[in-house]
């Protein structure tokens, strides 16, 4: 299972060639969205074109929702890595989707640069800036 995290999703909305290449190109397996991705990307909207926009894009991929067990791993990565790297509950709630679930995340981090990607076993950053 590979999951894409929002700043991949944001290069695509964005037009970026390399970006859109690589989900074109990356993988046989289909991608997946956790939800906490695809409300991130309504959260960044301005206006009802933004939204309609979204909507249309989200609708090309499988959205994923978490379950119960999953909301406890992200409390128990919260815990373990707050205070070290600022992790946010979103990206917790991420994490322990992938990591509940076996799957690979997607992202643009470079590895260690940002708080989920000191989560060890997961993280797969791709180049496309």
Not at 38 to 65: N, P, S, Y
Request: charged content about 15%; overall charge negative.
């Amino acid at each position: 299972m590979i999951l894409l995290d929002t700043d991949v999703l944001i290069e695509c909305l964005r037009g970026t060639s390399a970006a859109r290449t690589w989900l074109q190109h990356a993988s046989a397996e289909p991608f997946q969205i956790p939800g906490v991705v695809a409300m991130e990307l309504v959260m960044g909207c301005q206006d009802q074109a933004d939204l309609a926009r979204i909507q249309k894009f989200l609708k090309t991929f499988a959205i994923l929702w978490p379950e119960a067990p999953e909301f406890a791993s992200a409390h128990d990565l919260l815990i373990a890595h707050r205070l070290s790297s600022g992790i946010s509950i979103p990206d917790c709630l991420i994490a322990a989707m992938a990591l509940n679930r076996g799957a690979r995340l997607y992202t643009l981090w470079s590895r260690g640069s940002t708080s989920i990607s000191r989560i060890p076993g997961f993280i797969d950053s791709i180049g496309v800036n």
